[in-house]
Structure formats: C-alpha cells, structure tokens
C-alpha cells in the first residue's frame, strides 16, 4: 500500500491539476503532488520530455524497461510493461528487457542493442566506458544521446521515489501518450 | 574532456541564455542543451528546487553532496562541495559525507542527519525498509520527505547524465542558487 496519501486534485494549483490530469491522474502523480513546491516543475520536465519528437517511442520505451527492470522498480515495470506495447515492443521481447542478460541475444538491432548497452552500464555501475557512449553517439548525434541520457536519469531517479513511497500500481489507468510537441 | 561536445549558450534561444547565465553559465547547461527540447523543462524543475523554502540551503547541500559522493559524480561534488562551503558546511562535515569523516562525530542536528540516513539507504538498496521510512515520516511529514525525495531523484539522476559525458567541472562558474 502507498506508504502515504495522495493528493486530491482539488488540492492541487491549477496547473499541477491540469498536468495531473493531463497524465492519467496515476498514482505516482498523486503521490508526488505532496510536494506541492517543487511537482509543477518536476512534472513539466517530464511533459517535455515525454512530447519531445527526438527519440522515437519503441526506443525510449527499450530504455525506460530496461532502467526499471535495474532499478527493480515494480510500478515502472507495471505501467511500461503495458505501455511498451503501444510503441511496438513484443512480449517477448519485454521478457527479454527484464531478464538479466537474454536481451544481449534478443535480436534487437545495433543501435538499440547500443543503447540497452548503455543504460545497462550506467544504472549498474554509474558509469559508462567511452566505446559504449561512442557508439550510441555515432549513431543518433549529440541532441539524441543527451535525451537517452535525460530518460535513463529521471527513471532511475523516479525509480528511487516509486519505491521509497511503494506507490502502488494503478488498477487498470495506463499513462496516455501525449501529443508530440 | 567531455564526451559529447557542448553547446554554445550564446546560440541558444534567449529564455534559456538568460536562464543559464542567471544561473551561471555552467557547463552542465552545455551539455544538456543539446537536447534544446527537453532543457526548458529540466530548468523549471531546478528553479523549484531551490526556490522552494521547505529545505535551508544548508540542509539541500548536505543532501546534494551525499548523493554526489554515493553516486560517484566528480563533477556534482566539485560544483556542491563549494557551495556547501558557502552556505555553512564545515570541512569536518564534508568528509564525514564524502565517506572520509566520521557521521556520528561531524555535528550534523538530528534532522540532518535524518536525511543523511535516508539518502545513503535509498541510494545504497533502491528502496527504504518499513523502519527508515517511519522514522523518516516522523522527522520530515510527507510534503517535506516527498521534496527530499525529490531532490535525490534529481541529483541521482543528473549524476547518471554527468559521469556518462565525463563532463569537465567547470574551472571557476559556480551554480548560483
């Protein structure tokens, strides 16, 4: 059970309710939203992020499994789980994403197979050897490889929130894809 | 050397020149402005963080610095251990965060050392067992805990970004909170 309770919209400003609203009202917003100082802009830096056109979806949907799985992050893992379908991950290959290593010999290609690479190491270690950053960077440029780096960053430190706060997952509400800015 | 180049802030669009010369022209705004379509948001997330009251500038720096030196980020340390140092931090205290000193000898209040405790649990296991929780609950209440978890999510993350790029710390800009 959600260690503590969550804020009713009627409870929040206008343009806190407004993005909640705007995200499906899921749990994790109204739990969030009990930092009511700092959630606005916590969740503006997500709606760029989730309307930025750069990464394609599959792609950043490879990247957030992959870094819940890490992170161990039940909630994360529910709601993608159900939302990497929508961008065209397989079953399989999700089971393959949350395993420790068959995503290796899943049949991605290069480049996601780069990128898992790449958020694999970093969640894990911290940090990255400079052939596995190169290689994503030759392949998606520099404006691409900082937004993988911004998505592994704010899963895994939502990671940390959603499981300090053992946000329950939602019964059935699913994050809605937003419009591309 | 960093990784990935940096951006010129002087080419970029004109709120987030000002945003970042407001906030010190540093070069982890060059890095992340490269992603121009994601930088705009991070910026209003920042700005909350340390315009909020909930936390003084001391207590934020004291759970700055122990994420950057649980996550291993020379250049969150080498930007935060300054500032810490402006806001009051005694070097005493600064070692015992950065695992060279003594907690329980540094001086930190009960409360600080609260959010220490939480901070080194959440950064070391991913989670907080039932009896940090509560006793962090009691300490902070749930907006105040929540912010803090926010702020560690922040600098968890960030710290991810920064090590990634091998970003050089900035020679003399200081982040301007």
Sequence with gaps: MTRIPYRRPEEMTERARELTTERGNLNVYRTLANAEKVYTGWMLAGRDALTSPV???RLRELIVLRAAYLMDCAYELGQHNDIARTAGVSGDEIKAITSDSDWTTAGFGPVELAVLQLTTELVTTRGVAPPVLDQVHEALGAEATVEVLMVISRYAGLALMLNALEVDLDETARLPTLPQG | MSRIPLANLEQQPEPIRQWAARRGNLNVFRLIANAPKVFGGWTEMVDELFDSPTFSARMREVIIVRVAHLQESPYELGQHLA????VGLTEQELDALVGTGDLDA???????????????ELCG???LGDDSFAAARAVFGDEALTELLMIVSCYYGLALVLNAADLDVDVAARFQP
Aim: aromatic share 4%; proline share 4%.
């Design chain 1, 55 to 57: 990464l394609p979806r």
């Design chain 2, 83 to 86: 500032l810490a140092r402006t």
């Design chain 2, 106 to 120: 540094a001086g930190f209040s009960s409360t600080e050392r609260a959010a220490v405790d939480v901070v080194t």
């Design chain 2, 125 to 127: 296991t991913h989670r």
